[in-house]
């Protein structure tokens, strides 16, 4: 009877680890999907960044500016 009480908590322990190694490929699976979409994200944003600088006028736009120039017309 022994060997058949062993065999059951090993065919139990067994199906646990089973389960555990699926839930953790899910869960990995997930984690990859999240991986790639951030990369993509990273990607357009540095693509941004670039398009950003080739509107920035030659200099970075450092020239200084007179607040009086920002006034609406009607001061």
Do not use: W
């Not at 920035?56 to 009607?74: F, I, K, Q, S, Y």
């Amino acid at each position: 009877m022994s060997d058949a009480n062993d065999l059951a908590s090993v065919l139990q322990r067994l199906e646990s680890l089973e389960i555990k190694a699926s839930f953790t490929e899910d869960l990995l699976d997930q984690l990859n999907m999240t991986i790639y979409r951030q990369q993509e994200l990273i990607d357009r944003l540095a693509q941004e960044v670039i398009q950003l600088r080739r509107q920035v006028p030659e200099g970075g736009g450092v020239a200084p500016r007179n607040l009086r120039d920002e006034l609406p017309p009607h001061y």
